[in-house]
């Protein structure tokens, strides 16, 4: 029997897997993938809430957003990654570094 | 069918940007010779119109009233934050142009003015919002829409890893707050903010009011990475150089200002519970010591960053880190003094950092040069926009009869009032401020003492550019005069719809 918590970790472990490679990874697209997975793991809490908790279905029209979401962000962070691609020919994060913070 | 008849007429302002929006695309899409013009002039009338509808959308002590099934509310709260939101993007589009850019010039008219517009849009939704789900949809369209605003100079580099930047502090702080909307939903059942406030207030176990209070820690990323916020600024000085600068001046201020409006509704109402008066509100979750630990740090990263940096972009974008520090000491005293403070603060803000980015601009338009070294003996040469920015620094700085002071000064009052065990916190701002001075007067000084430049030649500054300067210059110590009216407009607009 598959209950609540058992999706919780799931979601708990997708979202750490993502943040992880956010933070590891120097291709701009792997990172973009991190992305991804954080915004699902947040979509997979949404709807085991909805389907295990008040019995509204207030999260799942909430995920149906988040997915909206989510392929619009990696639209534009894709377009940008191409422009800088083009600029300087390499999709690694570390030699992003005109802008020094 | 009447509920969304009823939500249409209480929404106006949102509907006109829309179209407006739309007819910027399509003219934009016409190719013909007078799209230019025709395009800039479609969205000073959009921004106009909006801002004239959303002033008359209630009517005089009306609480408000929900929209949309709960989604959007039209309080007088949201329609005080509505006003310096249009405001701020119809003075950027009045006062940058294509013209007295150097970095804009050249590059394509329409596409600037709508997205300039659908940014617009997302802040007054994000103003507006009375739901998570709302909250998230409106934060996030934001967000991507200024990606796109700030990478807006394709062939730049530094313009597009700018925007990469922000991107992905971005995606990571969203993401983060997106993940503690879920949990938040998980425990509540609900998304809407007046239920959460509801299910907060009723009974619950000290352990929930913990998981609440963690849960807290995830959604303030999302608010922190939106006002540029400690420990999620990091984006900024980065975003701030290398956006064009008219962009730059108007994230510095029309985001900000949705990003506070939006805390002020989360934390105020659903968060917190209304105590005796009808705006002192008891927190139900201990949040106020979190984000007065966060404020504190956001002014001193900020200030203590500033002293250093030469380029004036950069510098200015460090002290927005810690304007956006002072700012919320306002949600902090988590009173109604406390939230008039803030609203205050923020409309005295557009006029001073505007002005401040206006100088920057021109000074690049004639000299090409952003560098803080560059603006010695800049007086000899444009006194007009060395007055103009030395009030525009003294009015960041929180210096009397400027508005910046007013700003300040309602916000230090509220913090004060709210009890010993808040003092040191007054105080650790004023030591902040103090820290300001220094950085504000060292750029007064280039510009006014130190020797240089002698051999280049006075400003060519165009009449419209000189106007807007001297304009802006004084809507920095004018409204001293007419404090009662927008202290009495401010007061009345203290009123948080909390209805479903």
């Avoid at chain 1, 995920?63 to 990696?74: D, K, L, S």
């Avoid at chain 2, 009052?413 to 040191?424: F, K, L, M, N, T």
């Avoid at chain 2, 051999?455 to 165009?462: D, G, H, V």
Wanted: with cysteine; glycine share 8%.
């Amino acid at each position: 029997m598959i209950t609540l918590p058992h999706y919780l970790v799931v979601s708990a472990a997708l979202f750490s897997l993502g943040m992880l490679g956010i933070l590891t990874r120097r291709n701009a697209v792997n990172v973009l993938m991190g992305v991804e997975l954080v915004l699902n793991s947040a979509n997979l809490n949404l709807v085991a809430f909805s389907r295990f908790g008040p019995g509204n279905l207030g999260g799942q029209l909430f995920a149906v957003f988040v997915i909206v979401i989510a392929a619009a962000e990696v639209a534009v962070a894709l377009a940008i990654v191409l422009t800088l691609y083009r600029l300087r020919r390499t999709p690694n994060l570390d030699e992003a570094d005109i802008l020094k913070g | 069918m009447t509920e969304v008849l009823r939500s249409a007429a209480l929404f106006t302002p949102e509907i006109a940007l829309t179209t407006g929006l739309l007819l910027v695309v399509l003219v934009d899409a016409s190719g013909a010779s007078w799209r230019n013009t025709v395009g800039r002039f479609l969205t000073v009338a959009t921004l106009a119109l909006a801002l004239f509808l959303a002033l008359r959308l209630l009517p005089a002590g009306s609480p408000g009233a929900s929209i949309f099934s709960g989604m959007v509310v039209v309080d007088p709260l949201g329609l005080f934050f509505k006003v310096i939101l249009l405001a701020a993007s119809l003075l950027t589009v009045l006062l940058f142009t294509f013209r007295n850019s150097r970095e804009l010039f050249g590059l394509g008219h329409g596409e600037f003015y709508a997205l300039l517009l659908a940014v617009t849009l997302s802040n007054l939704l994000m103003a507006a919002s009375n739901d998570i789900v709302m909250l998230y949809l409106s934060l996030e369209m934001v967000s991507i829409t200024s990606y796109v605003m700030v990478a807006y100079m394709k062939g730049d580099r530094m313009s597009n890893e700018a925007s990469l930047k922000y991107l992905l502090f971005g995606a990571v702080s969203t993401g983060a707050m997106l993940y503690g909307l879920s949990l938040l939903y998980g425990m509540t059942g609900t998304t809407s903010l007046p239920h959460i406030q509801e299910f907060l207030t009723g009974d619950l176990s000290t352990q929930g009011r913990k998981a609440v209070y963690l849960t807290t820690f995830l959604i303030t990323a999302g608010f922190g990475f939106k006002v540029a916020a400690v420990p999620f600024h990091f984006w900024c000085p980065d975003v701030y150089q290398g956006a064009p600068t008219p962009v730059t001046a108007f994230l510095s201020v029309a985001p900000k200002a949705a990003g506070f409006a939006i805390m002020l509704r989360f934390f105020f109402g659903s968060m917190a519970q209304a105590g005796t008066g009808p705006w002192d509100l008891a927190g139900t979750i201990d949040w106020p010591q979190l984000l007065m630990v966060v404020s504190v740090l956001t002014m001193t990263v900020g200030n203590v960053a500033a002293l250093t940096q030469t380029n004036m972009k950069r510098l200015l974008a460090y002290s927005s880190i810690a304007h956006a520090g002072y700012i919320m000491m306002g949600v902090v005293a988590l009173s109604a003094n406390g939230a008039r403070g803030m609203m205050i603060y923020l409309a005295a803000y557009l006029f001073m950092n505007l002005g401040a980015f206006l100088v920057v601009t021109l000074v690049h338009l004639q000299d090409g040069t952003f560098d803080l070294r560059d603006y010695a003996g800049l007086y000899r040469r444009a006194p007009l926009l060395t007055v103009a920015m030395g009030i525009f620094l003294l009015s960041l700085v929180g210096i009397p009869p400027f508005v910046g002071f007013m700003g300040k000064l309602y916000v230090f009052a509220a913090i004060v009032e709210r009890g010993p065990e808040y003092w040191w916190y007054a105080v650790a701002a004023a030591v902040n401020a103090a820290i300001a001075a220094f950085y504000y007067f060292r750029i007064m000084k280039t510009m006014a003492i130190d020797a240089g430049n002698e051999n280049k030649p006075a400003f060519a500054l165009a009449f419209a550019d000189g106007a807007a300067v001297f304009l802006l210059a004084a809507a920095n110590f004018l409204p001293i005069f007419f404090w009662s009216g927008i202290e009495g407009w401010a007061r009345q607009s203290l009123t948080l719809y909390a209805g479903r």
